[in-house]
């Protein structure tokens, strides 16, 4: 179901009834439309959603992109990183890293989740295991623990410790 459910047959797949939505963010555009639940997932106000979306396409674009880089050139014979792909994606992380870090300043964590903490969680659990959140970066650091500690993300990764070992460079010793 999967394979047939988008051009390059990647997860994630919704089904729901007699529609079938792929990529996180539609998914979660439909969840929020279909599905509200008591927290709405995107802001009603127009500039607020253009401001979430912002941040889902921040996560997704330059924190799992880059992370990815990493795993696919580790996934490839000879099975090693480079020097050139971990000082490039290293250096990217570490400006994305900051740039929230200090766009933290201004957002009100809670346990509330958006479309935000949507992206922001698998994308910041993955990427600390492959670049690690500079100590300076302390918002960026509580952040993470804080979404990490959230019981919607914490079952999903109590639920995927079987599968740490499959995932290059992991870290199942922390998290």
């Given at each position: 179901?999967?394979?047939?459910?988008?051009?390059?047959?990647?997860?994630?797949?919704?089904?729901d009834?007699?529609?079938?939505?792929?990529?996180?963010t539609?998914?979660i555009?439909?969840?929020?439309?279909?599905?509200?639940?008591?927290?709405?997932?995107?802001?009603?106000?127009?500039?607020?959603?253009?401001?979430?979306?912002m941040?889902?396409?921040?996560?997704?674009?330059?924190?799992?992109?880059?992370?990815?880089?990493?795993?696919?050139?580790?996934?490839?014979p000879?099975g090693?990183?480079?020097?050139?792909?971990?000082a490039?994606?290293?250096?990217?992380l570490?400006?994305?890293?900051?740039?929230?870090?200090a766009?933290?300043?201004?957002?009100?964590a809670?346990?509330?989740?958006t479309?935000?903490?949507?992206?922001?969680?698998?994308?910041?659990?993955?990427?600390?295991?492959?670049?690690r959140?500079?100590?300076?970066?302390?918002r960026?650091?509580?952040?993470?623990?804080?979404?990490?500690?959230?019981?919607?993300?914490?079952?999903?990764?109590?639920?995927a410790?079987?599968?740490?070992?499959?995932f290059?460079?992991g870290?199942?010793?922390?998290?």
């Open positions: 179901m999967v394979a047939a459910a988008s051009p390059l047959g990647k997860f994630p797949v919704l089904v009834g007699d529609v079938t939505v792929f990529e996180a539609a998914i555009e439909h969840l929020a439309l279909h599905h509200p639940g008591r927290q709405p997932l995107i802001p009603a106000d127009p500039d607020a959603a253009i401001a979430t979306r941040l889902d396409r921040v996560f997704d674009n330059y924190v799992m992109n880059a992370m990815q880089e990493v795993i696919a050139e580790v996934l490839r000879p090693t990183l480079s020097d050139e792909t971990r490039r994606v290293h250096g990217a570490d400006r994305t890293y900051r740039w929230i870090d766009w933290l300043a201004d957002y009100p809670s346990d509330a989740i479309l935000i903490e949507c992206a922001a969680a698998p994308s910041l659990f993955y990427a600390d295991w492959v670049y959140i500079p100590e300076d970066c302390h960026l650091r509580r952040w993470r623990a804080h979404l990490l500690a959230l019981p919607p993300v914490k079952r999903c990764v109590d639920d410790r079987p599968y740490r070992p499959y290059p460079l870290a199942p010793d922390r998290d």
